[in-house]
């Protein structure tokens, strides 16, 4: 008995692990684009420290690690605190890996205090300066050849930027580019 399948599209025999892996990696993006815009870079990242250290981390076991952070709903700043403060102390060897659960995870998301209430607010943008702030940002050249992704649309730019303009750290970030386009608008 064959373990091979004839593929529908190009009609070429394919061993079926093939379309086993197809699948495992399938499912794994899916649950990487479920977790909020900001965090899914750091948990691809994250899911690296639980790879074993001779081989690569299947895509099977990087969903399920993905899967069990149940992200949903979650405090995307203290779980970006908590990864980038794992990543930085494994880069630093301070942390070995493979890691083996999301405990140490827990202890260093349990230390993050929220940045001061008023510094936020000062960074708070409303509903209307993010459309003119967003749709400046986007027609700035500096700022478009930094942050602009490589094969997104001018209207996908857009309304990434718009959305992130929601959160007070990247107007913080961002604010050179904001302060600027605000000069210029005064004159």
Known sequence: MS????CPNCHRGHDLSDYINETNAEMAFSIALTVP???????LQYTQLFAPLKSKLSLDRRAKIIESLHLEGCDIARVAYGINVMLDNHAKGE????????NYLLKVMAGYTPPNISERKKYTLTDKQIKFFGYRL???DAFAMSNA???ESQGEFLTRIEYELKNPDKVKQWYGYINKISQQTEQ
Do not use: T
Request: include cysteine; proline fraction near 8%.
């Open 3 to 6: 373990n091979k399948l004839i």
């Open 37 to 43: 815009a900001p965090l899914s870079s750091l948990v």
């Open 95 to 102: 942390l070995k890996s493979p890691i083996k659960n999301h």
């Open 138 to 140: 986007c027609q700035d």
């Open 149 to 151: 992704k490589v094969g």
